[in-house]
């Protein structure tokens, strides 16, 4: 049986987008879009790894807030639990440290690109919020 990676992510408003990132074409699900985040290491808490995540991938500092939603998705190579946080930023613009690219995104535009299978879910639940 696969052992489940547990990966957290974070969702940043800026008024009435929020952040999207393109993960690196050479990286599982390359090209794809994601939220900001990772894996968690053994001994760190979620909230921790978030704030670590978001320094190495966008030199930012963030403030984590409440869990927004959590999914079990079943990929081939790993079974991700996935925990998304609502988060600021507290310090710093986000660079592109590993991502191939940014965008600030209305969630009316969500259909316009491919996110990883296991955030579909989670788009679901930020679109039907703001119809
Ligand atoms: N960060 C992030 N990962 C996601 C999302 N959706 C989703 O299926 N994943 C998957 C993709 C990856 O296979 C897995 C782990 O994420 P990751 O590749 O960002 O992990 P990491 O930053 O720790 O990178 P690495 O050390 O494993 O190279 O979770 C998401 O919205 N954000
Ligand atoms: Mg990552």
């Known amino acids: 049986m696969k ?11 800026n008024g009435d987008r929020f952040m999207i990132c393109q993960r690196p074409a050479h990286k599982a699900r ?4 994601e939220f900001v985040g990772g894996k968690v290491e053994p001994g760190e808490t979620k909230q921790a790894a978030l704030v670590r995540e978001c320094r190495e991938e966008l030199g930012v500092t ?5 869990p ?3 999914v079990v998705y ?3 190579d790993l079974l991700v639990h996935l925990t998304l946080f609502s988060a600021r930023i507290a310090e710093g613009t986000p660079r592109l440290l590993e991502h191939n690219d940014l965008r ?11 996110f990883c299978p296991a955030d579909v879910e989670i788009l679901d ?7």
């Open 125 to 131: 639940k930020i679109r039907a919020n703001f119809i």
């Open 68 to 70: 927004y939603m959590d």
């Open 30 to 33: 390359g090209l794809l879009w």
């Open 104 to 114: 600030w995104i209305t969630p009316a535009e969500i259909p316009e690109y491919d």
């Open 3 to 13: 052992k489940q990676t547990e990966v957290v992510a974070a969702l940043i408003w």
């Open 74 to 76: 079943d990929y081939p």
């Open 62 to 66: 963030v403030s984590v807030g409440e």
